[in-house]
């Protein structure tokens, strides 16, 4: 049987309108952009009109989107790059228990370089406390980076409240909105944040590009040395063809936005629906009230993820027990330990299922009475008495 | 169209482009999702990076993907640095690196390294004494391109690797990205620790490349995160274009063993027998120990960019020197490091062949580029 893709927050099929953008690119505008001849002046045209597209899709300026490799990639340059730029005027950075690991890797790399890092706890929903923000920050805190939505469990976070609570202070603001971005319209003057990073892959873009916003005037230091492209801010010769791709990605996924997101909660409350009249025994990781719609995180009590995770995998459903980035092993989710303690069941008994541009309500039906019957394997004993 | 620019990128194979498409239709799982899709995902990267370990003969687990040959000397340079600087601060290398080794160098002189810059020769060649003499007990990298990305020079790496080899505590990084396929290197008997390449240069994907990093070596890793590539570079991998880049790998080897080496330097002997004697012409690539489908020369009173220009409204394609600085107006650097005049190096043009070039457009090349210069010479005068 065809599986049924329910992991699009590890990554989504490309848009075959995507690699018809880029294809065209590789036979054709194949030049290297800082070419002077034609292929060069031409393969720069094109990484010039896809840098309008993405600027004026979150409000920014052209000057202000830099291409990188990625997600990860636009994480630790605008950490590592506005820590060291920064450090004179302080060396304490705020971050969270529950972002990604591009972004806590990286922390704990400055830590070792001297930095101070405050990880703020979250609560049973997977959302911060503006109290306990105000309380950490101080007036050596230099960089803010706080997760736009998160990819375990879908939490928003009070981003435009974050931005004025710095207003006036030394310290910049970074989010990761690698997971939001796309179902989530994003303007980058209207939330406040100084910098910002973005993968292609996470909405039917091309793996291996991203890109990461900087607000005009904050200046950096490179990460990335050798040519000038990218006004010298990261060097490398520019993925003509990925940045196309994901330019087009990022005008697909802005069409109809509205229409989608209105999808994904369809197909999310038939999971849910579903699942309760199945008699399943479960509960909501997250906040569906103030999360991303497309991420249902759900702890099935008396289960074993690894096993669950095999067992749905073999009946052709393809979920996932956290970050894929951490996957491999599978050690217990650091956002559902953030939320519920180390201790807590939810870590090892707990999937994310997440939903994307192919998903019909039928698969979602069908996914939906296989999990059912694959959970209710462990909890049945518990029903049936 | 006649494009002599392959060394600032070449056009992808068709199949390469096919390889491309076809794995990003159906191999697009995350490569660490744990479900079967994420499984076939890991699968393909799995013998992709056996495959490319098997072209490079090195062990899989010693080639590391990246995003390309900036990204991969940065990696090499500052991951050394930073990992090994308990053992020592100098760093060693030359004045005719490509800039995404030199800039990574100042980056860490402003760190606190001790960087030495060796000076090249007139063919841009770097003295084996001179690396002798420049070693030092506190030397913990030595990076050396292998061959010149503006002049085609060739460094003698062999020789600085058998200097090395019994001085475990000096890495050896070599800058492969312009020879690779075309200059044949073992790795192993130039006694490299660390080698980057990257696609584009070669016929594959541009944002892909590799960093060969020699077993047991523990560089200090530039990306953090999810812990891709055994913990050395973090980031879901771009596996379609891992896969393309492999495929380019394979078909551009083939060609190299093929005869295609031959051919390049057919073509570029013909080059050099039919322009040596004209009178404005000079050669900046040496003739010998040089790659063989890279040849810089020097034409007397016509500024790089106006012949640049000329030949491209005539469909003719070659560069003023490394795509990667040639926005700025400076003269070529590598071109002064060999002791050219600063007008010399502002009238040199880089022409550049690839294994797709053929013997006819080298002739029409060379009628087109002799009236052009004729003509700008007429104008310039």
Known sequence: MDHIYLDHAATTPVDPAVVEAMLPVYREIFGNPSSIHYFGREARKLIEDAREVIAAEIGATPKEIIFTSGGTESDNAALIGAAHARQALGRHIITTKIEHHAVLHTCEHLEKEGFDVTYLDVDQKGRISLDAFKNALRPDTILVSIMYGNNEVGTLQPIKEIASLLKGTNALFHTDAVQAFGLEAINVRDIGVDLMSITAHKFNGPKGVGFLYIREGVLLETYQHGGEQERKRRAGTHNVPGIVGMAKAVKLVSENREEKKQMMYRLRQRMLDRLTEEGIDFAINGDLENGLAHILNLYFPGTRVEALLSALDLAGVAVSSGSACTAGSVEPSHVLTAMFGSDAPQAKSSLRISFGLYNTEEQVETAARIIAKTVSGWQKPKHSG | ?381
Do not use: W
């Not at chain 2, 992808?12 to 479900?35: G, K």
């Not at chain 2, 994420?38 to 090195?58: H, I, P, T």
């Not at chain 2, 500052?78 to 090994?84: D, I, L, N, P, R």
């Not at chain 2, 797709?356 to 080298?362: G, L």
């Open chain 2, 1 to 381: 169209m006649i494009y002599f620019d392959n060394s600032a990128t070449t056009k992808p194979y068709p199949e390469v482009l096919d390889t491309y498409r076809t794995a990003a239709e159906q191999f697009f799982a995350n490569p660490s999702s744990i479900h079967k899709l994420g499984g076939r995902s890991e699968e393909l990267l799995k013998k992709s990076r056996e495959q490319a370990a098997q072209l490079l003969r090195v062990k899989p687990q010693e080639v590391i993907f990246t995003s390309g040959g900036t990204e991969g000397n940065n990696f090499a340079i500052k991951g050394t640095a930073f990992a090994f600087r308990h053992r020592g601060k100098h760093l060693m290398t030359t004045r005719v690196e490509h800039p995404a080794s030199l800039r990574a160098f100042e980056q860490l002189e402003a760190l606190g390294f001790d960087v030495t810059y060796l000076e090249v020769d007139r063919n841009g060649r770097i003295s084996l004494d001179d690396v002798k003499k420049a070693l030092r007990e506190d030397t913990i990298l030595v990076s050396v391109i292998h061959v010149n990305n503006e002049l085609g020079t060739i460094q003698p790496v062999k020789e600085i690797g058998q200097l090395l080899k019994d001085r475990p505590k000096t890495l050896f990084h070599v800058d492969h990205v312009q020879g690779f396929t075309k200059v044949p290197l073992d790795f192993h008997e130039a006694n490299i620790d660390l080698c980057t390449i990257s696609g584009h240069k070669i016929h594959g994907p541009k944002g892909t490349g590799i960093l060969y990093k020699r077993e047991g070596i523990m560089l200090s890793p530039l990306l953090a995160g999810g812990g891709q590539e055994f913990g050395f570079r973090s980031g879901t991998e771009n596996l379609p274009a891992i896969a393309a880049f492999v495929k380019a790998m394979r078909l551009s080897l083939e060609r190299a063993q093929n005869g295609g080496i031959a051919r390049l330097r057919n073509m570029t002997d013909r080059l050099r027998q039919a322009l040596a004697s004209h009178p404005l012409l000079s050669f900046n690539t040496p003739s010998g120990a040089s790659a063989p489908h890279i040849l810089n020369l020097t034409v007397k009173g016509i500024r790089s960019e106006v012949l640049v220009h000329a030949l491209d409204r005539q469909g003719i394609y070659v560069s003023t020197k490394s795509a990667c600085s040639s926005k700025t107006q400076e003269p070529s650097a590598v071109l002064l490091a060999t002791g050219l005049s600063e007008e010399d190096a502002s009238h040199a043009i880089r022409i550049s062949l690839s294994f797709e070039n053929t013997m006819d457009e080298v002739e029409s090349f060379l009628d087109i580029f002799m009236q052009t210069i004729d003509k700008l010479e007429t104008v310039m005068e």
